[in-house]
């Protein structure tokens, strides 16, 4: 497809377990962006990556929380011992270069609920 | 880490009201961006604007940045059910790549 997707689309897991969140952005896309939102809530920034480096991770709530991603593809959110706070949903973004007036597209998120 | 004040966060009007919505900060940004999103999607970008004082005009939405760039106006006259959504607006920190959201200000347009 042309835009960016993310799987699952939603998560039920246990408090404790490890999740792994994937986001596919749009094809020739160098920076790829990953927030959170809480219900009714505004985006909170978590890590974007240039290329496959990242120079940014200062939003990683925890070190419970860490991402990575292949070259210029796909990246994998991974959230270890998960919370009942974890749960939220998780939105990828990309965009042609990582400057914040670039158009930054936007998957329709994963939404993760801890139990 | 600048931050974004909206209001309203919920706005509740009928078809063909005008309405506005305020994002404010006590930070300058370079730029600030206004987003709309739908239940169970990620949000879309409107407009970006850039230079203080700055008017853009999409149909029946205007959008305007504040001559400091500290704050930003969204306007949307005679309001249709289809614009019910949740608007953020987002600053461009000036020396990084990220963007600061707003909470959103969730309108409803009833018909």
């Known amino acids: 497809g042309a835009g960016v997707s993310q799987s699952p689309s939603n998560k039920v897991t246990e408090k404790g377990k490890d999740v792994e969140l994937r986001c596919d952005p749009i094809?020739?896309?160098?920076?790829l962006y990953w927030y959170r939102q809480r219900l009714g809530q505004g985006l909170e920034f978590l890590i974007y990556?240039?290329?496959?480096?990242?120079?940014?991770k200062s939003g990683l709530p925890s070190d419970r929380f860490s991402a990575e991603r292949t070259g210029e593809s796909v990246s994998t959110l991974t959230i270890q011992r998960t919370q009942q706070e974890d749960s939220a949903v998780y939105l990828c973004?990309?965009?042609?270069?990582?400057?914040?007036?670039?158009?930054?597209?936007f998957g329709p998120g994963t939404r993760l609920t801890v139990t | 880490t600048q931050l974004l004040e909206q209001s309203p966060q919920f706005l509740s009007i009928q078809e063909g009201e005008n309405l506005t919505v305020y994002c404010n900060s006590s930070?300058?940004?370079?730029?600030l961006q206004w987003y709309r999103q739908e239940p169970g999607e990620g949000p879309v970008l409107l407009v970006t604007v850039v230079t203080g004082g700055e008017v853009k005009k999409l149909k029946r939405l205007t959008f305007q940045f504040g001559d400091a760039r500290k704050d930003s106006s969204l306007h949307i006259t005679a309001a249709q059910p289809g614009d019910t959504g949740l608007y953020l607006c987002a600053g461009d920190e000036t020396s990084g790549s990220r963007l600061t959201f707003g909470e959103g200000t969730q309108l409803t347009v009833n018909p």
């Open positions: 990556f240039q290329g496959n480096s990242a120079p940014d």
């Open positions: 973004a990309s965009s042609l270069v990582a400057r914040g007036t670039y158009e930054q597209y």
């Open positions: 930070s300058v940004f370079s730029s």
């Open positions: 094809s020739g896309h160098t920076a």
